[in-house]
């Protein structure tokens, strides 16, 4: 079973761009869908994108469309989420979760079993 490290977050003001880093130890991703989910105190961890490391499947929360974009790479076993046009509604620690769920069930958390430890993005107004 693969571990999971995020990497990337900080503090930035609105309007700027930051880009995480999911990197994979322990196995290859290439069996598996990896996801970015976020959380704020007080909520659910709540859906932010996902990409199917076989065949390329993307989806993104409507939230963050035409903000944020979901990539990999190969070489580095890893995954990317790049983060544009931050708004103060972005702020939230991030996590990347891996699974192999059924496409359908990709927004749900149930679907990953495997999560790093978070880093935590702050965007300042």
């Known amino acids: 079973q693969v571990q999971l490290v995020e990497s990337g977050g900080g503090l930035v003001q609105a309007g700027d761009s930051m880009r995480l880093s999911c990197a994979a130890s322990?196995?290859?991703?290439?069996?598996?869908?990896v996801a970015w989910f976020r959380q704020v105190p007080g909520k659910e961890r709540e859906f932010v994108a996902v990409l199917r490391w076989s065949g390329g499947n993307r989806d993104q929360a409507e939230s963050v469309k035409g903000r944020f974009t979901i990539s990999k790479d190969y070489a580095k076993n890893a995954v990317y989420l790049q983060m544009d046009n931050l708004k103060p509604d972005d702020t939230a620690v991030y996590y990347c979760?891996?699974?192999?769920?059924?496409?359908?069930?990709?927004?749900?958390?149930?679907?990953?079993?495997?999560w790093g430890q978070g880093t935590q993005v702050t965007v300042s107004s």
């Open positions: 979760g891996a699974g192999r769920p059924i496409w359908g069930r990709r927004t749900e958390i149930e679907s990953y079993y495997t």
């Open positions: 322990g196995g290859t991703l290439s069996s598996y869908s």
